[in-house]
C-alpha cells in the first residue's frame, strides 16, 4: 500500500545526506520543504515539492492513498533514547512530599525514591510490567515518539532485573516500533548490599553481566554514576565487564554533582552520557573527542527542580546532542516528547530546529538505528508524524497540548486502540 501525502504545509526531513547525526551549526538544518510531499510504503520512496508531484508518474512512482496534508506539518518520529517504562507502582505521594519541601534526594535518602519502585517492581509479573510498560509506551506514541529506549534497574536483582529485560522483549515483539533495551543493575544498591556496596558491584559483574549477556535480552549495559550512587571506580569496572562480554554501553553522568562521569564514559567508549547537569568541561571536552553522544533530559531538571544542563556550551563545542524523556515515576513524570521540545527551547535556550534534530536524528544515532529512522531520506523507514499545525515551531509555540492528527510506524497507521 503506498501513500502520498501531498500539499504539507511544513514538511520537515531532518535531511543529513547519509551522514547520520547532526552537530554544531548543522543541527539547525531540518530541511523544511513548504508545500512538500512525501511518497511512502513501508519505506520512504521519495520526497520533495508538492510541484513535482504531477511528473511522478512519468518516473515510475504510483500510490494508492493521497492524504492532504494542507495547514499541517510533517515531521519524522521522536526518537525517545532514554527511558525507564518498565516499572510498577507508582510515586504520587512522594511527588505531593516534594510539593511540600521535600527534595528528591531527601526522599531517597528516607527510603523511598528508586527503592520505592524497586519494591512494587520486584513484587510484579512479567505481564503487569509488560502492561504498564504497553501503556506508557502507547501514549508516547500518540504524541509522536516511534523509537524508544527502554532500561530496566528497578529490580537490583537477576530475577527481577531479567524479568524486566523480559518485559521489554515483549513490547519489542508486540509492538511494531524500534526499542533498544539497556540493562541497569547498577540504578541504585540494593537494600540487602547497603552497608558493603563493592560486594554488590562484584556480583553484577561476576553473577549478573554474564547471565544477562546470555540471555541476549539486553542491547546495552548503564549505570547511574553520581553522587551517593556509584563511584567512577564502580562504575568503570561494571562498564568495562559488560564491553568483555559484548555489550555497548551508555552511562547516566554527573545528574546530581560533578563526579567526572561525562568523562568516565568518553575513556570506555559509551555511545552516550546522559543528564549531564553538574558535567565539567574536561569531560564535555573528553566526550566530544570520543564522539559520545550528550543527551540532555530537560524533563527531569524540570520535574526536580535543579538547574538545565548547558545546551548552549554543550552544542556550542561541537558535540553531538540528543534530548529525550527519561520517562519514570520518581524524577520525570511524563513519556511527551512534544513537552521535551517545549523544555529545551525555553528552559535550555535551544533552536527549534536544534530541538527537533537533537529529538530525532541524534536520538537515532546513539542508539544505533539512523540508519533506518530519525530522518526522513528515501530507503528509510517511514516513520512519519502528522501534525495539527502550519508550522514545526508551532509544536513548542503553543505548548503543552498533543499536536499530533497521525502517526505512521514503517507506513503503517498507528491505531490508539491497540
Ligand atoms: O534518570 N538518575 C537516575 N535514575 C532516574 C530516576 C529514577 C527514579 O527516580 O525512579 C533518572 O533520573
Ligand atoms: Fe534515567
Redesign the pocket.
Known amino acids: 500500500m503506498k501513500t502520498l501525502i501531498r500539499n504539507i504545509s511544513s514538511l520537515v526531513t531532518v535531511d543529513t545526506k547519509g551522514k547520520n547525526y547532526k552537530s554544531g551549526k548543522d543541527l539547525n538544518n531540518i530541511s523544511e520543504i513548504k508545500s512538500g510531499a512525501i511518497l511512502f510504503d513501508s519505506k520512504i520512496l521519495w520526497i520533495g515539492s508538492d510541484s513535482e508531484v504531477e511528473s511522478l508518474n512519468e518516473k515510475g512512482l504510483t500510490w494508492d492513498i493521497v492524504v492532504d496534508g494542507t495547514g499541517k506539518t510533517v515531521m519524522p518520529g521522536f526518537v525517545d533514547s ?1 527511558t ?1 517504562i518498565v ?1 510498577s507502582g507508582d ?1 504520587s505521594d512522594e511527588f505531593a512530599k516534594r510539593l511540600r519541601g521535600a527534595t ?1 534526594q531527601e526522599i ?1 535518602e528516607s527510603g523511598g ?2 527503592q520505592s ?1 524497586v519494591r512494587a517492581t520486584r513484587s510484579a509479573s512479567v505481564e503487569e510490567l509488560y502492561n504498564n510498560g504497553l501503556r506508557l509506551a502507547i501514549n508516547a506514541i500518540a504524541h509522536g515518539t516511534t523509537s524508544f529506549e527502554i532500561k530496566s ?2 529490580s537490583l536483582n537477576l530475577e527481577g532485573e531479567l524479568k524486566q529485560l523480559q518485559a521489554i522483549a515483549l513490547m519489542k515483539k508486540n509492538l511494531n516500533v524500534n526499542i533498544k533495551s539497556t540493562f541497569l543493575g547498577a ?1 541504585d544498591f540494593p537494600i540487602e548490599y547497603k552497608n558493603n556496596p563493592d560486594d554488590y558491584v562484584d556480583y553484577l559483574c561476576d553473577v549478573m553481566l554474564p547471565k544477562v549477556a546470555e540471555s541476549g535480552l539486553a542491547d546495552y549495559c548503564d549505570a ?1 554514576v ?1 553522587k551517593g ?1 556509584y563511584t567512577v571506580e564502580q562504575g568503570k569496572k561494571i562498564l568495562e565487564t559488560a564491553k568483555k562480554y559484548g555489550m555497548s554501553v551508555r552511562l ?1 553522568a554527573d ?1 546530581l554533582a560533578d563526579v567526572g562521569a561525562g568523562k568516565l564514559a568518553a575513556d570506555t567508549g559509551c555511545v552516550s552520557a ?2 549531564l547537569l553538574f558535567v565539567s568541561d574536561d569531560s564535555l571536552l573528553a566526550m566530544k573527542n570520543s564522539g559520545t553522544v550528550a543527551c540532555l ?1 530537560p524533563g ?1 531538571a524540570y520535574f ?1 527542580r535543579m538547574p538545565y544542563a548547558n545546551a548552549r556550551k554543550i552544542i556550542d563545542m561541537g558535540l553531538i546532542t540528543a534530548i529525550a524523556t ?1 520517562t ?5 513524570f511524563t513519556e511527551n516528547m512534544q513537552l521535551i521540545l517545549s523544555l529545551a527551547t525555553i528552559n535550555m535556550r535551544m533552536t527549534a530546529e536544534e530541538a527537533i534534530a537533537a529529538a530525532t536524528i541524534n536520538g537515532a544515532y546513539s542508539l544505533g538505528i539512523s540508519d533506518i529512522t530519525g530522518s526522513l531520506e528515501p530507503g528509510k523507514d517511514a516513520d512519519i508524524v502528522i501534525y495539527e499545525c502550519k508550522t514545526y515551531s508551532d509544536i513548542m509555540y503553543h505548548f503543552g497540548i498533543n499536536h499530533v492528527s497521525r502517526v505512521y510506524i514503517k507506513g503503517q497507521i498507528f491505531n490508539n486502540n491497540n
Not at 328 to 332: D, E, F, H, I, K
Open positions: 532514554h525507564h516499572f510515586r528528591y531517597a525514591g528508586i519502585t534497574g528497578y540504578h547511574f553520581d550512587y547516566h545528574e546522559d543528564h533530559l527531569t526536580i527519561d519514570n515515576p520518581g524524577s520525570c
